[in-house]
């Protein structure tokens, strides 16, 4: 098992910048993808940025230029530094973490609210 802490959510204004963290724990050598993924009200969940063990990214379009995800295996923990923050990047932000031999991402987080104010 896997278990996934983000922190680092809250209230920030428009242009402002946050960095959320995700620790994990438990079976941490099965991880191989951690992900960042949020969910706005009333929209589907959707995919921020992913980091592979080797240091492999990739972002959703909406993050490119302003989102860096980072990943620190020695500590078991992944980041997600957000610039340019902007009102419609409001959401409940979730870790994730798949592991090898998997498809999906198997383990969540509890997520971390950001708010973004205009």
């Known amino acids: 098992q896997v278990q996934l802490v983000e922190s680092g959510g809250g209230l920030v204004q428009a242009g402002g910048s946050l960095r959320l963290s995700c620790a994990a724990s438990?079976?941490?050598?099965?991880?191989?993808?951690m992900g960042w993924y949020r969910q706005a009200p009333g929209k589907q969940r959707e995919l921020v940025a992913s980091?592979?063990?080797?240091?492999?990214?990739h972002y959703a379009d909406s993050a490119k230029g302003r989102f860096t995800i980072s990943r620190d295996n020695a500590r078991n923990t992944a980041y997600l530094r957000m610039n340019s923050l902007k009102p419609e990047d409001t959401a409940v932000y979730y870790c994730?973490?798949?592991?090898?031999?998997?498809?999906?991402?198997?383990?969540w987080g509890q997520g971390t609210q950001v708010t973004v104010s205009s």
């Open positions: 438990g079976s941490v050598f099965r991880i191989n993808v």
């Open positions: 980091i592979t063990r080797g240091g492999s990214t």
């Open positions: 994730a973490a798949l592991v090898f031999g998997a498809h999906e991402y198997d383990y």
